[in-house]
């Protein structure tokens, strides 16, 4: 007799596929079958990498730096790191205090495989990024979604922190600007976030991968620098995915103590060594080099915004409130489930790439029914025609 494969692993079975990669991936699907559809789905900017970051890229190459480096990143990265987090936060951190991962998602992964028993409650708000349930019930945690409201621009107030903090809250998440409603929290709500997280032993990850994209112009302090008893169960982590139009090059990296670091570095040592090295060498001329060209992306992002929150608001039944940075709009389309035959936000986004030819993602993995996201990471020229096309198939039903 042959014998059979045997079960797959029973972690597995705690997780689901990213539903925004899978949305990503059906609009490719079509558009590679000649179907015209708009994708709203990627959460990547569409500007190509800078050309000085890339030079980088070529110089690595041809001074033939093709081996393993240090597990946790080159020095050239690690200073440079240490650079970006003096200049933009104020903030000190050591060469044992960071590490170089392979994008923020493994940046993120990692950390909350560093600091996660079993059973312990990581806390996180929703509206979230899908990814952080997922990556903490992974990790042996189980996550407790504290939803914040609509009618406060999706901000979590520091009450509402307060009364979800219990003994076994092991993690708090907090990520702003938000992915996916671009939720954006001011200095003084930081601050007062940062003030109930001091009367809780717990750790905090700070997920800073949009930092610079915020329309406000204000550059807030860090939460560390507004509580500084909490760095030393602060953790920091960041990407140059988002704001140097870099996601494919696949580089994130963490700011933590040093024993944080010291644990992520053998994880690390024993699953992905070190990232690309080529990749390294990019991310560190974006880390450490001019920074001018940043503003324009920002701007150009912060025209499509509004564009884009007029026009969903134009539309009957749908409605959004302006977020103050990201590149995503995460509408309320409650007021469309009906005529559309729908129940919730997922079935709307499929009705919407059926009938208007239109990549979005639904609500449901991001923790809300009511709502699907768009990203406006793509060109206004798309995005004028993908708000047409929905305007015209909703007023259609
Ligand atoms: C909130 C948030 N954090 C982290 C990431 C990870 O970005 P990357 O792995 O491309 O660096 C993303 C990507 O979409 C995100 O939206």
Known sequence: MIASAPSLSSRLARVKPSSTLAMTSK????????????????GEPDFPTWESVCEAAHAAIRAGEFRYTAVGGTPRLKQAIRT???????LAYADAEVIASCGGKHSLYNAMQAVLDEGDEVVI????????????????????????????GFLLTAAELEA??????????LNSPSNPTGATYSEAQIAELARVLTKHSCWIIVDDVYEFIRYDGARPRHLVTLEPSLRDRTIICNSVSKTYAMTGWRIGYTAAPAPVIRAITTLQSQSTSNPSSIAQAAAAAALAGPQSMLAPMVEEFRRRRDYICERVNSIDGLSVGVPGGAFYVFINGRG??????????????????????VGVVGGNDFGSRDHFRISYATSMELIERGMDSIERYLGSL
């Not at 708000?125 to 019930?137: H, N």
């Open 27 to 42: 609009v490719l699907e079509l558009q590679q079958k000649g179907v015209k559809v708009i994708g709203f789905a990627a």
């Open 84 to 90: 970006k987090l003096e200049r933009d936060n104020g």
């Open 125 to 152: 708000p929703g509206p979230f990024w899908v990814s952080y349930p997922d990556m903490a019930a992974l990790s042996g945690g189980t996550p407790r979604i504290v939803m914040a409201s609509e009618a406060n």
């Open 164 to 173: 979800a903090l219990t003994p076994k809250t092991k993690l708090v998440v």
């Open 336 to 357: 469309v489930f009906a005529k559309a035959g729908v129940g919730d936000g997922d079935a709307l986004a499929l009705k919407l790439l059926e009938g208007a030819e």
